[in-house]
C-alpha cells in the first residue's frame, strides 16, 4: 500500500533552517532561543512517546493483550488519508484529547523503525467534519487547498532519528522555558508563534506539539522501551490485569488534580517520570 514511506523525508537541515528563517527576525526571540539551547537539549534527549487511546477498536484492551500497538489506517481520504496505515504518536504530550489509558514509550528503539514527524498534528489539516474549513489554518493568508495542505506536510516531515536534533531546536525557538511544552495544557499557545505559521481556532495545542507516524508495528515491552501504562482511571487497573498481566508493573494511576483533565493529569504523571530522571520539569 503507498503512503508517507514513498516520499523522501526532509533533511534535518533544512528543517533546522526553517525554523532559523522564521525566527530570526525577532531579536528577543533569537536571544531567547541562544539562552534556552542547554534545557532545550536536555529536555529533547528525553522526551517519551505518548499514545492516547480509547475503547474503540483497537480498543486499548486489545492492544494491550496483543502487546503490540499496530498501523492503522487514517479515517477519510483528506490529507491525513495519504498517509497510510500508522501508529500515531505525539512527543512528551498526551495531546491526543481523548482517552483514558496513554502508553509511554522511550523513543530511541522506535524512532529507527519507519518514522516520521511533523511539527503538528497531521489530522489538523483535515476538515473539520461537516464543514471545508480545516482543523489548522494559516495565521496569515496563504492558498490553502488540500493540495497546499498536503505540500507542507511533506515539505515538514522530518525522519524519525533526526527528531532529537529537530525538536532540541523546536523547544529553544518556541519556550523561555523549554519545559513549558510539556506543562502547557490543551487549549494553550507557545510563548511565539509556531514557526510553521498554523494555529488552531480553539487553541488546540496539537497546532504546535510534535507529532511521530510510525508505519510499523510497536511492540511493548520493557525491553523494546515501554515506559509506563497510564491510567486515568484507578477501577481500569483490574482490566489491565486481566490483558496483559506482565505489564502490570509498569502501570501508573494518575494523580488526583483540582481542575485538571484526564489529560493534563496523564502530562503530570509523564513530567514525574522525567523529574526522576534528573529533568526540571
Given at each position: 500500500m503507498s503512503g508517507e514511506h514513498d516520499w523522501p523525508p526532509a533533511p534535518l537541515e533544512g528543517l533546522q533552517d526553517g525554523i532559523r528563517q522564521v525566527t530570526s527576525g525577532d531579536a528577543d526571540r533569537v536571544n531567547a532561543s541562544r539562552a534556552a539551547e542547554v534545557p532545550a537539549r536536555e529536555i529533547a534527549s528525553k522526551l517519551p512517546l505518548v499514545h492516547r487511546t480509547v475503547d474503540a477498536e483497537p480498543s486499548w484492551r486489545t492492544i494491550l493483550a496483543d502487546?503490540?500497538?499496530?498501523?492503522?489506517?487514517?479515517?477519510?481520504?483528506?490529507?491525513?488519508?495519504?498517509?497510510?496505515?500508522?501508529?500515531?504518536?505525539?512527543?512528551?504530550?498526551?495531546?491526543?484529547?481523548?482517552?483514558?489509558?496513554?502508553?509511554?514509550?522511550?523513543?530511541?528503539?522506535?524512532?529507527?523503525?519507519?518514522?516520521?514527524?511533523?511539527?503538528?498534528?497531521?489530522?489538523?489539516?483535515?476538515?473539520?467534519?461537516?464543514?471545508?474549513?480545516?482543523?489548522?489554518?494559516?495565521?496569515?493568508?496563504?492558498?490553502?487547498?488540500?493540495?497546499?495542505?498536503?505540500?507542507?506536510?511533506?515539505?515538514?516531515?522530518?525522519?524519525?532519528?533526526?527528531?532529537?536534533?529537530?525538536?532540541?531546536?523546536?523547544?529553544?525557538?518556541?519556550?523561555?522555558?523549554?519545559?513549558?511544552?510539556?506543562?502547557?495544557?490543551?487549549?494553550?499557545?507557545?510563548?511565539?508563534?509556531?514557526?510553521?505559521?498554523l494555529a488552531a481556532d480553539d487553541r488546540d495545542r496539537r497546532a504546535w506539539t510534535v507529532e511521530v507516524r510510525v508505519q510499523e508495528e510497536v511492540p511493548l515491552a520493557a525491553s523494546a522501551g515501554l515506559r509506563r501504562i497510564l491510567l486515568a482511571d484507578p477501577r481500569l487497573r483490574k482490566s489491565v490485569a486481566a490483558a496483559a498481566e506482565d505489564l502490570l508493573d509498569l502501570v501508573a494511576v494518575t494523580r488526583d488534580e483540582p481542575g485538571a483533565d484526564d489529560g493534563e493529569r496523564m502530562a503530570t504523571a509523564i513530567r514525574r517520570l522525567l523529574a526522576d530522571q534528573g529533568v526540571a520539569t
Open positions: 502487546g503490540r500497538l499496530r498501523p492503522t489506517a487514517p479515517a477519510g481520504d483528506g490529507v491525513r488519508g495519504t498517509i497510510g496505515p500508522a501508529v500515531y504518536f505525539f512527543l512528551g504530550y498526551p495531546a491526543y484529547d481523548n482517552g483514558q489509558v496513554g502508553i509511554v514509550i522511550d523513543p530511541a528503539a522506535t524512532l529507527t523503525r519507519d518514522a516520521r514527524f511533523s511539527p503538528f498534528d497531521s489530522g489538523g489539516l483535515d476538515t473539520v467534519k461537516g464543514t471545508d474549513r480545516p482543523h489548522l489554518v494559516p495565521t496569515t493568508p496563504r492558498p490553502w487547498a488540500a493540495a497546499d495542505r498536503l505540500a507542507l506536510l511533506r515539505e515538514l516531515s522530518g525522519k524519525g532519528t533526526d527528531l532529537p536534533g529537530y525538536s532540541a531546536l523546536f523547544l529553544a525557538a518556541h519556550f523561555h522555558e523549554p519545559r513549558d511544552y510539556m506543562r502547557l495544557g490543551q487549549r494553550s499557545d507557545p510563548d511565539w508563534p509556531a514557526y510553521h505559521g
